[in-house]
């Protein structure tokens, strides 16, 4: 046997302890000649070098490019973005940049562009923490129902079309998306406390698991002070109809995001629902969300076509919340 030969083989390509250039790319979803671009433009490479001059990569040297990254995907200038970077090793990360708040509150065309691709950006990075940061800076800054309807469905839809285009390759992005869009919602609004007014029924139709729209209504709900209760996705028949029972709801919503789950049997049997003791028996209102109802009507049942006109119609059931349900 040839002893050389073995020896070489059993020895590693690259020597030292840290990252490889290649390695810290397919973590931070970027190339390696941008992280070179960066290291001869900005300073920002690694501090240490293995004995063949190969570029290794220590976890601070991972923490300033990572920082970096972050800022860069909020539409931050790259020599600006470097400069905070680079701060990170005395004073800790630097703070997202609050872009597009106006007084008012409203984001602009540019703004929102530059956040949703910024999102995107940092989701196709698998970056949780730039991601969940963006999302939380938005809710802040413009509102629950603006930051769903102008920053979290369009991002969807684009990771969504990504996927479609790429086959499999995009599965996880939209997966930690998805997570960090039910999160921030979670988040924003903490639960109702009890009340004596009726609570509203939430929950997506039988083999139906599309469940972030219903998040996003609950949110707002939420933030008004409607009491609710939440079933969230795939919710049996038997269960929907219990629920309706026990809890004599003013409103029960359900959700259908293909025109295969939606029920007009189980709308109907819950329109016509009835609870309590003769002389004083009451019925929910049924209120039918989502692009699976298209086409499709129940007698007396409302029908939302936005989540500002669901807040709108059942701000009307809801009298008592003093509290304009409609977004600025």
Not at 171 to 196: D, G, K, N
């Amino acid at each position: 046997m040839d002893e050389g030969r073995e020896a070489r083989h059993a020895l590693p390509t690259e020597e030292g302890p840290g990252v490889t250039t290649g390695a810290l790319a397919r973590r931070l979803g970027v190339s390696p000649t941008t992280l070179r671009s960066w290291d001869r433009r900005y300073g920002l490479g690694p501090v240490q070098r293995s004995a063949g001059r190969h570029r290794r990569w220590t976890d601070e040297d991972i923490a300033v490019v990572e920082e970096m990254c972050r800022l860069t995907t909020t539409g931050l200038p790259p020599a600006e973005a470097a400069r905070l970077a680079r701060k990170r090793l005395v004073t800790g990360p630097a703070a997202l940049p609050r872009q597009g708040r106006a007084a008012a509150g409203a984001p602009t065309p540019a703004a929102l562009e530059r956040l949703t691709r910024g999102i995107s950006r940092a989701a196709t990075r698998l970056d949780s923490p730039t991601v969940h940061g963006l999302f939380t800076d938005a809710v802040r800054a413009y509102g629950l129902v603006p930051t769903w309807q102008d920053v979290m469905v369009p991002v969807l839809h684009a990771v969504g079309r990504k996927w479609e285009e790429a086959g499999d390759r995009y599965v996880e992005v939209e997966h930690l998306l998805s997570w960090h869009v039910s999160r921030t919602l979670h988040q924003a609004v903490p639960i109702a406390p009890v009340t004596a007014l009726p609570p509203i029924v939430l929950a997506c139709v039988p083999a139906e698991q599309h469940v972030l729209p219903l998040e996003a209504l609950s949110a707002a709900l939420g933030e008004l002070g409607v009491p609710q209760r939440m079933f969230g996705a795939a919710v049996p028949v038997e269960a929907v109809s219990a629920a309706v029972r026990r809890t004599g709801p003013r409103v029960v919503v359900l959700w259908a995001q293909a025109r295969s789950t939606a029920s007009l049997p189980l709308a109907r049997h819950l329109a016509e629902t009835h609870w309590g003791v003769r002389g004083a028996r009451g019925k929910p209102a049924v209120m039918l969300c989502g692009p699976g109802w298209a086409g499709r009507s129940v007698r007396g049942a409302l029908r939302p076509t936005s989540l500002p006109e669901a807040l709108l119609q059942i701000g009307r059931l809801y009298p008592e919340i003093s509290r304009d349900p409609v977004p600025a």
